[in-house]
């Protein structure tokens, strides 16, 4: 089945640092990767899209791009804020559908100043 | 609405009891989703509506959950003989319908979050 794994937090960062939070995937056919960020007290919004290999996703300083032959979708950041700290999932959809997404365990972040 | 609107936003119920959450997705949209999030984990599809069928009922977990929309557009979770384990947010979320464009997002509400005692 599908499966999304993503690096386990918290992670905790000095702000101006760089941001990695790596994810790999496990999926049949041609999956869509998202990258979705819940900030604190509000719902899951969309952070970043690919749907097919070699595209990068970027949306806020942040960007992810669609690696087929690692399965990965790791999400980087040059500069991250204090208002970068959320929960950030990564997630899929496969099987010619964009609504069965399957998330990751989300990874914490958060930016101290 | 503006957003995917859900109430309650909080629910505290005894064991055994019958819990209705709602859901009134965005204007406009005929997908409708309904997740179950557990502490620490990533939320998990429960099932999905286009229109006012369920299209995808796959991710419920057993038959004390069901979910209809009867008009396409709220819709209400239902779990009857609430169990300890069905503590958790429930997140619901609507796009403009079920296909897979590229430009067809998801988008979520804040989730009711229900703790059963």
């Known amino acids: 089945g599908n499966s999304v794994t993503q690096m386990e937090g918290p992670v905790t960062l000095s702000e101006e640092a760089f941001l990695t939070i790596n994810c790999t995937y496990t999926a049949t056919g041609y999956p869509s990767l998202f990258w979705y960020v819940q900030y604190p007290g509000e719902g899951l919004q969309l952070l970043l899209k690919a749907t097919k290999a070699d595209d990068k996703g970027s949306n806020k300083g942040f960007e992810a791009t669609y690696r087929k032959e690692t399965t990965s979708f790791h999400l980087e950041k040059g500069s991250v804020q204090v208002s970068d700290s959320a929960v950030y999932f990564c997630a899929l959809a496969a099987g010619g559908s964009n609504y069965k997404l399957t998330f990751g365990k989300g990874t914490l972040l958060t930016v101290n100043p | 609405g503006a957003g995917v609107s859900q109430t309650p936003s909080n629910k505290v119920t005894e064991k055994g009891k019958y819990v209705e959450l709602r859901c009134d997705p965005i204007?406009?949209?005929?997908?409708l989703y309904w997740y179950r999030q557990s502490l620490g984990q990533g939320p998990e599809f429960l099932i999905y509506?286009?229109?006012?069928?369920?299209?995808?009922d796959s991710g419920l977990p057993n038959d004390r959950f069901f979910a209809v929309r009867p008009e396409g557009s709220v819709s209400t979770l239902k779990i009857q003989r609430t169990e300890r384990g069905d503590s958790a947010v429930y997140l619901c979320?609507?796009?403009?319908?079920?296909?897979?464009?590229?430009?067809?997002?998801?988008?979520f509400g804040e989730g009711s979050w229900l703790t059963v005692v």
């Open positions: 979320a609507s796009s403009f319908d079920g296909s897979p464009k590229a430009g067809n997002t998801i988008y």
């Open positions: 204007s406009g949209h005929t997908a």
């Open positions: 509506f286009q229109g006012t069928g369920a299209a995808d």
